[in-house]
Structure formats: structure tokens, C-alpha cells
């Protein structure tokens, strides 16, 4: 069978994907409907669909492209990133996804043994990205108790006092899986502590177009700041795999170093996908918007299912498509409390233990239609009214 000893421990020391084990909680259990992973309930674009199946059949669709992105989507994107994002200064790399465009950066930017700044709760996949190339020394700031928004004081103290210095802070906007906002004057202020300690700002804008309520999203940008962006949640192309990284022109060098990861990871994203994130941003923002304003409504009726843990314990929903939920002091094992209610209740959620806030939960209202959405939520109800008033009775099964 061999030996743990034999593996590498960067590896071992890496936590489980989360994912991974909510999947196996969904398959021990029976008739489950999931609120836990970060997916949307639509497809890619119809046009851009029909216009992939016509390109499968082009030869080139199956050969290596450039590591850095097809010529006409990194153009595409760049007058994007011009006009939407006021970023003026970026130069593009697509990736295989959000996350793969994270593990680009932190291998470019971070040396075993840095320091890194995250702020909880966090998105566990990026905590995973640093634990799994040797950035053990990751420091977790907190969030204001009331807007879970990154504490700018504790950071510009921590990147004054900590020796060396921090290598990097990073920060997703809205948040995962908070689904809070940073409003833009906040942001300035970290990219402006960052600049002064000389450290790098990773601001992952996945979720950049699921805004609610009237905000407005932003970016910063600076020779010490990174973008990230992703088609999966916009365009519903979670399985294509497409997401991109705009980094600083003027940072020499920059460029080639990242093309080192690249090659060496998926050598360049899928052909097909980038055509089909290509003809996607060419219907505009709107196709993205008109999809999102729905989301509203199961937001709403989400809340409405978190109501028995009282309306302070509810945070986030202004962006993104999270809410999260203080769970009773007493419940502060959320794995136990998250297994009990799949068995018990048939509804999947994400523990809050996964992203550094023990205690909490994560709950996604992206990924299921209205209808379905209302089931999901009458069902978390329920689970947690009993949760709330007897505890977690023993499942019939158990």
C-alpha cells in the first residue's frame, strides 16, 4: 500500500476540498437538493453554443494556441477590461478558470515559507492554493463583525510589524463566500497599504456583474495590483473552464515569468472554451445582467429560509450568490450540524470551519431556478427551526 511518508507533504498538509466532501455527503445521503456549491442554474449563451459546435470541426480547434490566449479573445478582452473595468495598464493571460489563474499567481509572486494575508472568512480554494506550494505562513484577518468587510487597520499593522513583509494580500470582491461588497473606497485603502508596504494585492472579481441593491462593482489598479475575472458564473461555463488574469503592464518581466506556470499547467486553456467565452462576450454585459436580476428573488427567499436564526446572524447578499449564517453558539461543530442536515432534512450547505469561520455556514442561491429554489429553502427551514428549538434530533436512519 506504501506510505504516507512517501507522499509529498505539501500535499498532505493541504486541506480536502471542501467540495469534495460535500459530494460525498450528497452521495450518503438520500433525495438531497444542494444550496453549497458556487454554480449558476444557466448555460453559455445559445448563439455562442451553436457557434462552438460549427468551430469543432475546424482543424485548429484541436491544436496547442498561444499559452497566453487566442489573439482575438485577449483583444476582446482587453477592450473590456478598458471599458468596463477602467483598467488601463493590464495585460492579459487566459487561464483554465478563476482558480487555476490564482495557483498562476501565487506560484509567479510567492517563494515557499512567505507570508500571505487572507481575511475571514475566506475562499478555500485560494488557502488551499498557498498550503499546496508551500506558502504555510498564511495570515487571516478579520472581518468587521457587522459588514464581514476586510479590517484596513489590522492590515496596515500587520504589514508594518510582520518580518519580512508579507508577499501578498488577497481579497474577492463581492466575496466569496460571504457575498459581501467592498465598496470602493475601502479597496483604494488596502490597494494604498499594500503599495506602501510593498506587498501585492490579488482582488479576484469573479463575481464582478452579480451585484444587488442598486451597487455598483469596481477595480482597482496599480503596478502592485492583480486582477482576476471568470466566465464560469457570468456565462455558465463552469465545466468550460475560462478565466483570465489581468496583471500590470509596466511590472517587466511579469508577463514571461507567468508564461513559465502556464506552460507547465494546462499549456494553454481549451481551444473550443475560448472560442466559446469569445462569441459570449461579444452579445455585451447585458446577457449577463438580465440573467443575474433574477437571482434576486431566490436571494430573497433564502433569507426568508435563514429567518428562524434570528436577523443578525444573516450576513453578505449584496453581491455574489452567498449569504452567510452565524449558526447557534452551541452548534459551533458546523461539519456535524451540516452532515445532520443532509440526513435529516435533505438540504446541502457549505461549513463555515472551510473558509477559517468556525460556526457558520455558507449557503449558494445561484444555482437552482426559482422553483426549485423555494423547495431548497423550505427545507432549510425546517432544519433549521428544529435545529433552533430541539437541537439536532437523531436522524432515522442513524
Known amino acids: 500500500m506504501g506510505s504516507y511518508g512517501r507522499l509529498a507533504r505539501r500535499a498532505l498538509e493541504t486541506e480536502m476540498p471542501i467540495m469534495v466532501k460535500i459530494q460525498e455527503i450528497v452521495r450518503g445521503s438520500k433525495n438531497v437538493l444542494s444550496l453549497a456549491q458556487g ?14 459546435a460549427e468551430l469543432v470541426w475546424e482543424p485548429s480547434i484541436s491544436r496547442y494556441g498561444a499559452d497566453e490566449g487566442i489573439p482575438e479573445l485577449r483583444e476582446a478582452l482587453t477592450r473590456k477590461l ?13 487561464t483554465a478558470g478563476a482558480n487555476q489563474a490564482f495557483v ?52 496596515e499593522k500587520t504589514l508594518s510589524e510582520v518580518k519580512p513583509t508579507p508577499k501578498l494580500v488577497t481579497v474577492v470582491n463581492p466575496g466569496n ?49 492583480v486582477n482576476i475575472f471568470s466566465f464560469s458564473k457570468a456565462y455558465g461555463m463552469m465545466g468550460w473552464r475560462i478565466g483570465y488574469i489581468a496583471y500590470p503592464t509596466e511590472v517587466k518581466g511579469f508577463g514571461d515569468q507567468l508564461l513559465k506556470v502556464q506552460d507547465n499547467i494546462p499549456i494553454c486553456a481549451a481551444i473550443l472554451s475560448q472560442h466559446l467565452a469569445l462569441n459570449s462576450l461579444k452579445l455585451g454585459p447585458e446577457w449577463v445582467t438580465e440573467q443575474v436580476k433574477d437571482l434576486v428573488k431566490c436571494r430573497d427567499i433564502i433569507l426568508q429560509a435563514l429567518s428562524p436564526l434570528g436577523l443578525d446572524a444573516v450576513k453578505g447578499g449584496e453581491g455574489a450568490i452567498y449569504l452567510w449564517a452565524k449558526l447557534p453558539d452551541e452548534f459551533a461543530d458546523d461539519h456535524q450540524v451540516v452532515l445532520w442536515l443532509a440526513r435529516r432534512h435533505g438540504i446541502v450547505v457549505i461549513p463555515g470551519s472551510a473558509c477559517g469561520s468556525p460556526g457558520n455556514i455558507r449557503i449558494s442561491f445561484g444555482g437552482l431556478v426559482e422553483d426549485d429554489c423555494r423547495a431548497a429553502a423550505e427545507r432549510l427551514r425546517k432544519g433549521l427551526e428544529e435545529l433552533c428549538s430541539a437541537g439536532m434530533v437523531q436522524c432515522e436512519d442513524s
Not at 454554480?39 to 462552438?52: F, H, R
Not at 478598458?82 to 487566459?94: C, G, R, T
Open 104 to 155: 498562476n499567481l501565487v506560484l509567479t509572486l510567492c517563494d515557499a515559507g512567505d507570508s500571505v494575508v487572507m481575511f475571514a472568512p475566506y475562499y478555500f480554494n485560494a488557502y488551499m492554493s498557498f498550503q499546496m506550494t508551500g506558502v504555510t505562513n498564511i495570515l487571516v484577518g478579520p472581518g468587521d463583525p457587522k459588514t464581514l468587510h476586510p479590517d484596513p487597520d489590522w492590515l
Open 177 to 225: 463566500p460571504s457575498g459581501t461588497y467592498i465598496p470602493q473606497p475601502l479597496l483604494k485603502r488596502l490597494a494604498n497599504i499594500c503599495e506602501q508596504a510593498g506587498s501585492w494585492l490579488v482582488v479576484d472579481n469573479t463575481y464582478e456583474y452579480f451585484m444587488f441593491d442598486g451597487l455598483k462593482h469596481c477595480c482597482v489598479e496599480g503596478n502592485h495590483i
Open 39 to 52: 454554480v449558476v442554474y444557466w448555460q453559455p449563451p445559445q448563439q455562442a453554443l451553436k457557434k462552438a
Open 82 to 94: 478598458n471599458e468596463e473595468n477602467k483598467l488601463y495598464k493590464s495585460s492579459v493571460m487566459v
